[in-house]
């Protein structure tokens, strides 16, 4: 669809320079045809890509810790000396110079470098930063890695559902003012592997920190198993027209989300409850009614439920069951008026190079 798109209006220029002059063969219009095709095809996969591409967040848990010896990565130039070369100009007025460079070897501060190292369940590692040059001295960030403390990480992988305006997240109608207030999605890991999964509107809970540990722990044991990604979304005195519209921000997550949105009260009641996800619906109706029976905003009850939940209904769906998205695909305003101005710049370029040029000496009226 992108490709058909920009390719019409350059197509037809290249018809019209053919036809309305007698000074392009078949050949050079082949060429350009080819020539076209070709680029604007690059460019419509390079579109594509860019509207597809999106982040989703990968989870584990931290199986091992390590030191190692490796290569000294500290070089420096040495035993530097000046090599010169005598080359002279030849013929009659034969002159010679000398012409010189410097060569120097490569040496290394030591005779290696120590690394330390975490990895997680699903063969994901770190190296942690030294403290010194040589990283002999064990680092304090390093010694408080605890095993099975749980790892988040982002990953690229192509996304239908965001580069397509037929997808179900679509269905109303937003303007852009309609997305100011909301947050954005969680995607700021910090301290080599930690992400903040609570997002509160409107709340100001005291256990936020539990929050934030207990789903990464829910996240980082199910990781592995489940491929799945736990946010949890609360908001003081707020409709569903909210969850609409940070269904719509997020274009319903991302494939391996489970996000609860709860909202509550000015007492913390538990009002509302819808969950995004890619998953199987029955999944996020169970999760959905499971919360609503609390009525009070409890973490450890909510939590649990979230957990046992993913355990026994959960099933993610692959980005494939969405890839019937891909050829409603559309580019951007912006795409396409430089898609355009591209198609257009080649096209009328190698129509004027063929016009005033005959390369391959086949142009019968070239005079």
């Known amino acids: 669809m992108i490709f058909s798109t920009f390719l019409i209006i350059p197509l037809l220029i290249c018809l019209g320079s053919w036809l309305f002059t007698d000074k392009i063969t078949w050949k050079e219009v082949g060429i350009q045809v080819v020539v076209q095709i070709l680029l604007i095809g690059i460019m419509s996969y390079a579109l594509l ?12 848990l931290i199986t091992k810790k390590w030191n190692e010896r490796v290569p000294c990565r500290h070089s420096y130039p040495c035993n530097c000396h000046e090599v010169c070369h005598l080359s002279c100009s030849g013929g009659k007025n034969n002159s010679c110079h000398n012409s010189c460079h410097t060569v120097c070897q490569t040496c290394y501060r030591h005779p290696y470098d ?4 975490a990895q997680n369940n699903i063969n994901e590692n770190w190296s942690i930063n030294t403290i010194d040059e040589q990283g002999l001295r064990e680092p304090p960030r390093w010694a408080e890695i605890q095993i099975g403390e749980p ?7 192509d996304n239908y559902i965001k580069g397509s305006p037929n997808s179900l997240f ?27 999964r609570l997002i ?11 929050w934030n540990k207990e789903i990464s722990k829910i996240s980082g044991d199910l990781g592995s198993k489940k ?4 946010v949890v979304v609360i908001a003081r005195n707020k409709d569903h027209n ?4 940070l269904q719509r921000y997020w274009m319903g997550g991302k494939k391996n989300d489970v996000i609860p949105v709860i909202g509550v009260d000015d007492n913390n009641n538990i009002i509302w409850v819808e969950v995004m996800s890619l998953s199987n619906e029955e999944f996020k109706v169970y999760l959905k009614n499971d919360i609503l029976t609390l009525d009070t905003l409890d973490r450890n009850s909510i939590l649990k439920l979230i957990k046992e939940n993913i355990e026994n209904k959960y099933i993610r769906k692959p980005m494939k069951d969405f890839e019937y998205l891909k050829n409603s695909i559309k580019p951007t305003k912006g795409q396409w008026i430089f898609g355009l101005i591209l198609g257009i710049a080649i096209s009328v370029g190698l129509s004027l190079f063929f016009y005033y040029q005959d390369p391959f000496g086949d142009n019968k009226y070239n005079y």
Do not use: C
């Open 242 to 245: 909210f969850f609409n519209k």
């Open 227 to 230: 491929q799945v990604n736990v």
């Open 200 to 210: 509160q509107i409107g709340v100001s809970l005291p256990d936020m920190t539990e």
């Open 114 to 117: 120590i690394d330390w190292m």
């Open 151 to 157: 790892t988040s990480s982002t990953h690229n992988y």
């Open 49 to 60: 890509q860019a509207n597809i591409s999106d982040t989703e967040v990968w989870n584990g």
């Open 170 to 196: 679509y269905t109303e109608k937003f303007k852009e003012e309609d997305f100011k207030e909301l947050p954005k999605y969680p995607l700021s890991i910090r301290d080599y592997w930690k992400l903040n």
